[in-house]
């Protein structure tokens, strides 16, 4: 069975500093891809960064990278610099098939002014 | 165009009422999908289409029912809906199946947001 974990159910951050979010996966596939969403309570999945399990390096998109250990099963998001629009629920998500997505639980992130 | 576009943004129905939710996207895309999702939640998968075919029904009451007119459209018809029903129903679309280099994320339309009273 595919499943994503995201142990972290809140998480808050002074504006410009750094908070890591973590996701855990499961799953008996070495073909797969991890994405990072973000839902505003605008409440649009906008997709923040994406990384290719066959890819070595990990993915950056300006302020936000990812920590993949795929040996570990590991996909974290580091973001830098935070701004007051970062406040939001973050769902980590996983494909093999492009066809089906799995979410974690989401971790909600405060911004603190 | 990256986007998908549902309608309508909000909708109140009664629980003998019919209703349609649209989706739209034109990035030619192969894959659809309905989620629905209730507050501070992940999204719950209920219909994957692909290549305008069901593909994926995650054992969805049938007073949903969905259908697929053409590759870049999406309808989702509600009938008999209960209030526990009430809830943010996403769209998606991706690349869909096929090779690996082919695989994307899926993007979002703005969702539905559905009471039913």
């Known amino acids: ?26 799953t008996s596939e070495s073909d797969y891809y991890l994405f990072w969403y973000k839902q505003p309570p605008s ?21 936000f990278s990812v920590n993949f250990q795929k040996a570990a099963k590991s996909f974290s998001l580091k973001i830098s610099d935070s701004q007051l629009g970062d406040a939001a629920m973050y769902f980590c998500a996983y494909t093999t098939t492009g066809n089906q997505f799995y979410f974690g639980t989401g971790t909600s992130l405060t911004v603190i002014p | 165009d990256t986007e998908v576009t549902q309608t309508p943004k909000h909708l109140v129905m009664g629980m003998t009422n019919k209703k349609s939710l649209k989706c739209e996207q034109h990035m030619g895309h192969r894959a659809m999908y309905w989620y629905k999702q209730k507050a501070k939640k992940p999204p719950e998968l209920m219909f994957v289409y692909s290549y305008e075919k069901l593909s994926i029904n995650e054992s969805v009451p049938s007073r949903f029912s969905p259908e697929c007119p053409n590759s870049s459209l999406l309808n989702l018809h509600l009938h008999a809906l209960q209030p526990e029903d009430s809830a943010l ?9 096929g090779l690996r280099e082919m695989y994307t994320e899926a993007f979002f339309g703005q969702g539905t947001r559905l009471t039913v009273v």
């Open chain 1, 1 to 26: 069975a595919q499943t994503v974990t995201q142990s972290q159910p809140e998480m808050s951050v002074q504006e410009a500093e750094t908070v890591t979010l973590s996701c855990t996966y499961d």
């Open chain 1, 43 to 63: 409440r649009q999945m906008i997709l923040v960064i994406r990384q290719e399990a066959y890819k070595q390096q990990n993915a950056t998109e300006n302020r």
């Open chain 2, 89 to 97: 129903y996403l769209c998606a679309s991706s690349q869909g199946p």
